[in-house]
């Protein structure tokens, strides 16, 4: 096919999608099948499209290649099946790299090559705020560290979030008596402008799909509700770069559900997704068996400081990237997940740098009008963000490869950057151990003062004099 | 048996010794046996002696009862044997409670009931340092919160303490030439004229009868000098009413021995100690089975400050007390084991109560001579003793009865008292649950600052304002 000069066009990565007018009668959710095959340059890419109410049905298609793409449509309704076009696939917008990806096993990057580091924080029931509270929410995101947002498709119900959302993902008439085969378009056109927003600001949308903290019957639908649901969250977000499936929070506390529904929701994601975005699963207090194929990366939940010895089996035990999703939370709640210093969060991302993983924040303090970020959004008022865009910037500026653990204190990236973090030690000298024949510039790092201190130039094994204060860090850099 | 006026006397486990002249040629540490019975009230104690050199046999006892003892001595040797006399124990001397016991399965008391709360520190090899610096380490005890200390019997030889002993516990010509068969008296009164003085002190001398920290041979004798060697010390020291035998530091470190040598040496020492004081044995990295039947009180180290669940899970492995003895140490030096700040090592020990446990102290800071308490005793250096006597005194000015763990956070004496220690956490305010019938004052404790906050008059279940600091405690104490 030879692309056409009035060929409408795409960006790589951007989203493409075809509005047709079909039938408004009976359940169109149910009754009427739709998806569309792209090809482009040989390959086949199978979507499934989606009813958005009043006629209106769509296929969303994120194209992975530039050039040209052309498409045809299949539906058991003659007027939707059948469909022809094209479009041209044009360079990525400017900072689009593309949905993130596992890489190097333990690691991610974008599609296109890019290293992501997460640095991921919550604020679950974002989306069922006020609107005022989610521009709040994000014009902070917009000035805040963080590249990742752990977020809950159904609404609420927990401590400090009882309010009641205005929009939910089923028709009906409320709890007890929802249509589990009518889905609410409006609530999925906002959530998919909020999915938008997020992407605009550089931000992964770490989607949970199921969760325990519910009023409303969402955690207790039938088992054909639960995955006709899945499907078409799928059909309608896949095509968004920066979605992540996160099948639930707390899954083992999801006492609605058996492992093998877990599998199956599992199983459905990733057939209905053709960019197979990350998928994981977040626990309570029972890791969910992240060594299954189906699962991308690790998202744990661990209460404690994480030990280097845990990070070292969780990266053996399941051979991918390994997330501390939740790691408690800085805040002063009478609740021991939600009331960490700061100093604390921070010294528990640095271990699972170090350890080869991943940390994770969320923000608890009390609020008169119960404006907890970790829940609602709104403002941080917490110390660690500063710091963890500190680390984020160490962590980025190095060479484009993960971290890998030499020891408890330390890691590399290759032989171009050794980083050690003492934690709680408090050290006045070390043996550093190095490569004998390459030359690195030491830098004593403070994580909370964000200081960093050059400490001279060094090969090979040595000993350095260090400040003997707790919570600090020497990065080695290669010298060029 | 009627007491005699002129008849001595003994405080109640006070040092009763025989001294009797017998055969000074061959060699009588392998070839005499000497033993005595002592009677009390119907009751018989065997015990065994040594010989001290010179032509000189003691037989050392600690009468557990007061009244009138009598005995009879057994020996091979006609010079030895068929000794009687008699002596009467009178009332202990001041401030002397015995040898202490486990009482209530996980804590400890002297026999007379008085509890003991064991509040431990080490140094090594002070036995092993010049007389000056022995002198300090006593001075320094004296004023300290210790009322433990972990030594060797065998010299040291490790980073920091290189140094050369005076006094070796074998005869011979040194490395590799040592005679198994023959002790050195003089070293073994040094080393009791230390417990006596420990002893003194209030302290107990938690000796360490095997290490590998060794050049000189003593960790790797035959199996029959190991027995033998056992054998006399502990037929030597087990009539002082303050000793503990520590089978080992480290035993999983000490390569030339087996599993089968540990269960041995147990039971050669429960067996030669009529008075069963307390035994165990401290591990590198792999606890020794503190289940088996000749085991105290379990003597752990552990790199990590201590979890809820891993103290929960000790205590119902073992159902013995659980004594973190070495928990890292407060100090700067450039080895992982050595360089805790006071803080950390402070939140260790009050993790360690509210779980129902027991912390251990010591202390490695740089010292231009090498001299580091930890190995060497001499001066403290460092800021976490007077928050360890802070903490003694709150766990000694409670009820009779040790701390049961209630939840992660808290742990009561009956329902006289109940601590909670938030450690690092910093609720601003917490749900406390105490019984609804009794009336309690709650104190906000500061374990870094020493300080104790009047903080109101509560009962039953109610929501308290804290200060939103990490490390805090509260206590509530039962109003009478």
Chains 1, 2 share one sequence.
């Not at 009906?172 to 609410?184: E, I, K």
């Not at 969760?211 to 799928?234: C, I, N, Q």
């Not at 980083?419 to 994580?447: C, H, K, M, R």
Request: with cysteine; glycine share 10%.
């Amino acid at each position: 096919m030879t692309p056409q000069p009035s060929m409408p066009s795409t960006p790589r990565w951007g989203l493409f999608q075809l509005e047709l007018r079909g039938p408004a009668g009976g359940n169109p959710f149910v009754g009427v099948t739709l998806g569309a095959r792209f090809e482009h340059d040989g390959r086949t890419v199978q979507v499934q499209g989606f009813y958005d109410g009043d006629g209106i049905y769509r296929v969303r298609f994120m194209p992975d290649a530039p050039g040209p793409w052309r498409y045809v449509t299949e539906s058991n309704c003659p007027d939707l099946g059948g469909r022809t076009g094209a479009f041209q696939c044009t360079a990525p917008e400017p900072g689009h790299h593309g949905p993130v990806r596992v890489a190097d096993t333990f690691h991610f990057a974008y599609a296109d090559g890019t290293p992501y580091t997460p640095v991921g924080t919550t604020a679950y029931a974002w989306i069922h705020q006020d609107e005022d509270l989610q521009r709040e929410t994000l014009a902070t995101l917009a000035g805040g560290p963080f590249n990742k947002l752990r977020m809950l498709l159904f609404p609420k119900d927990y401590t400090y979030c009882r309010n009641e959302p205005r929009l939910f993902p089923l028709e009906g008439r409320g709890p007890g008596a929802w249509d589990y085969a009518r889905f609410n378009p409006a609530f999925f056109r906002h959530l998919e402008g909020r999915i938008e927003a997020l992407g605009r600001l550089g931000i992964e949308a770490d989607l949970i799909l199921f969760h325990p903290y519910d009023r409303w019957g969402f955690s207790s639908m039938p088992a054909e509700a639960d995955d006709r649901y899945l499907r078409y969250v799928v059909a309608r977000l896949a095509a968004y770069r920066n979605v992540w499936w996160s099948l639930a929070n707390e899954y083992d506390f999801l006492k609605t559900k058996t492992p093998a529904d877990w599998d199956r929701f599992f199983q459905i994601v990733q057939q209905g997704d053709p960019y197979a975005h990350l998928r994981s699963i977040h626990n309570g207090v029972t890791h969910y068996d992240h060594a299954k194929p189906w699962v991308t990366h690790a998202s744990i939940q661990h209460g404690d400081a994480p030990r280097p010895q845990e990070l070292a089996h969780w990266r053996e035990a399941y051979r991918k990237p390994v997330v501390i999703d939740e790691n408690r939370y800085e805040g002063n709640l009478p609740y021991e997940w939600g009331c960490l210093p700061a100093r604390e969060l921070v010294h528990r991302f640095w271990l699972a740098t170090v350890g080869g993983a991943y940390g994770g924040h969320s923000e608890t303090y009390l609020h008169p009008q119960d404006r907890l970020w970790w829940c609602k959004g709104g403002v941080l008022r917490g110390e660690s963000p500063p710091r963890l865009a500190f680390l984020r910037k160490i962590l980025e500026e190095g060479p484009p490869v993960g971290f890998s653990p030499v020891s408890p204190y330390s890691a590399r990236q290759r032989d171009d950057v050794y980083l050690y973090y003492f934690g709680n030690s408090q050290p006045a000298e070390w043996d550093f151990v190095l490569p004998e024949a390459i030359t690195y510039n030491l830098q004593i790092i403070d994580p909370w003062a964000m200081t960093l201190s050059p400490a001279g130039t060094f090969r090979g094994t040595f000993r350095m004099l260090l400040p003997g204060k707790p919570y600090l860090a020497v990065r080695a850099i290669r010298v060029e």
